[in-house]
């Protein structure tokens, strides 16, 4: 099987200014995530898309391979992961004469994931032959039991409510958070014109725990994953 795995990772962040290369425990975010890709050392290409001269000169440093720039319609807030996945497989098939047969794609802001994750996350979506594939983490809040919604009539219902009277979190379905850190699709699939969804008749997903499966979002995460580190409560497996 022949592997691309991409980071993508747009300059113009909201949330956090200038994250993907703002220092984080002495290197720039994208290096976390550049690091662990190279580590599980499966992939044929690791590759950055990006818009950011700057992301991409801090790509390069820390060994990833950067054969285009994001154009600025792929670059805005409006546009889909998978269209930037879809013109990243098709640019690194031009640029390298190769066919892959899967994209795995990390997000540069989950450095606290690990290399067993990347390789059982990957195991899993051949396993199962899915389109698409990604991590979850276990829910803090259920729609069958405490996730309520404003019915039509203005009162509150739950957003799922169930056949029968469900007591207690522990008892309702289990049900996941997608935490923004692994993905994994078919080639095939991305290859595609028009629109890509992630959810297909074959989707599937992969359980991490919530610590390394945390996904930096604000500055607020930016600071707790900060303090794992520096405080021990966390190691990078690299």
């Known amino acids: ?28 975010l994208i290096a976390w995530s550049i690091a662990q890709a190279i580590k599980w050392g499966k992939a044929d290409r690791v590759v950055v898309s990006t818009d950011s001269p700057a992301i991409a000169d801090a790509a390069r440093k820390y060994g990833a391979q950067v054969p285009f720039m994001r154009p600025a319609e792929l670059a805005n807030d409006t546009a889909g992961k998978q269209s930037v996945l879809h013109h990243a497989l098709l640019e690194c098939e031009k640029t390298y004469s190769e066919k892959y047969d899967w994209l795995i794609d990390l997000d540069a802001t989950s450095p606290l994931r690990i290399i067993p994750d990347i390789e059982n996350a990957f195991n899993e979506a051949v396993r199962l032959n899915t389109l698409t594939f990604f991590s979850v983490v276990p829910s803090h809040k259920n729609p069958y039991f405490n996730m309520v919604e404003t019915a039509p009539s203005g009162f509150v219902r739950l957003c799922k409510p169930p056949e029968k009277p469900i007591l207690s979190r522990q008892t309702a379905p289990a049900v996941y958070d997608m935490n923004a850190s692994i993905y994994v699709y078919k080639a095939e699939y991305l290859r595609q014109e028009g629109p890509l969804p992630l959810f297909t008749p074959s989707t599937g997903m992969y359980v991490m725990d919530q610590i390394s499966g945390h996904d930096i979002d604000t500055e607020g995460d930016f600071k707790f994953v900060e303090y794992l580190v520096k405080e021990g409560f966390w190691q990078f497996d690299l």
């Open 1 to 28: 099987m022949k592997i691309l795995l991409t980071i993508a990772a747009r300059g113009g962040s909201k949330g956090v200014k200038n994250k993907n290369i703002r220092d984080l425990c002495g290197k720039p």
